[in-house]
């Protein structure tokens, strides 16, 4: 049987404002074998799990939360934007998803989320945060900055680093490579058979994202991805249950 590891977008994001202690919990109970999530920094450098650099989306307030301490970020309501049952969710800490997953047989894909705003030092934080957990083994770290993920690999060899983009690139397993990345996180639209099995046969794998319709997915399993990112991974886990055995 080839296992396809399960990686919850957000947490499971269809069903729970996305990146809530209440969404990453979820997926887990829904056969998750991975977390996907979006780490930045707060006015006073604590690391915090949220997609957008302004907090109307899912905050249910105006501004950046690069511009907010971490107080002011706990204070407010991450889940009423969902629904008024998440009322209590909180923007969560990394220490807090950490706790959840560590010593769980769970990969967690950190997102450092560098592209607009560069927060200064992100980098170390997130390592030092990773290894002062014992997490190295669990923790793959993504970004669209790329220029970041090689400073990633250079302060943390022993990290790995997956390289996120949209549109198709050429050869990108040789740019992983170079980038000494151990996997590929392509939008689903720029991924191809060829490329999917180049990667792997240089120990590179490819997860693509944000991947929800089954016949879709089951397009990629076919394709030899080695994990996809989705906000449902009740359906994938569904979907590799019948199709890799
Ligand atoms: O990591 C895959 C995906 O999360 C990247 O895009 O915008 O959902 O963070 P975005
Ligand atoms: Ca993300």
Not at 26 to 39: K, W
Not at 45 to 65: K, N, P, Y
Not at 95 to 108: A, T
Request: proline content about 3%; aromatic content about 6%.
């Amino acid at each position: 049987m080839r296992s396809i590891d399960i990686i919850a977008h957000r947490g499971a994001s269809a069903i729970c404002p996305e990146n809530t202690m209440a969404a990453f919990e979820r997926s887990l109970q829904l056969g998750a074998t991975g977390i996907e999530t979006d780490v930045q920094l707060s006015s006073d450098g604590r690391l915090v799990l949220i997609h957008d650099e302004t907090l109307s989306r899912t905050a249910g307030t105006e501004g950046w939360v690069k511009d907010k301490s971490v107080e002011e970020l706990r204070s407010l309501d991450a889940g009423t934007w969902f629904h008024a049952h998440f009322a209590v969710e909180r923007i969560p800490s990394l220490d807090e998803l950490f706790d959840l997953v560590r010593g769980k047989n769970i990969l967690l894909n950190l997102e450092l989320k560098n592209g607009m705003v560069s927060y200064k030092g992100m980098e170390e934080k997130i390592i030092k945060a990773v290894r002062d957990w014992d997490m190295e083994q669990q923790v793959i770290l993504s970004s669209f900055n790329h220029a970041s993920l090689v400073k990633c690999k250079r302060l943390a060899p022993e990290i790995r680093t997956a390289l996120l983009y949209m549109e198709k690139l050429y050869r990108p397993y040789d740019y992983a490579a170079k980038l000494e990345a151990s996997a590929l996180h392509p939008y689903k639209l720029a991924v191809t058979q060829e490329e999917v099995a180049s990667a792997l046969a240089q120990g590179i794998a490819t997860h693509p994202f944000t991947v929800n319709d089954p016949v879709e997915m089951l397009a990629l399993i076919n394709m030899g991805v080695q994990g996809i990112i989705t906000d449902v991974p009740d359906v994938l886990a569904a979907l590799t249950a019948v199709h890799t055995r």
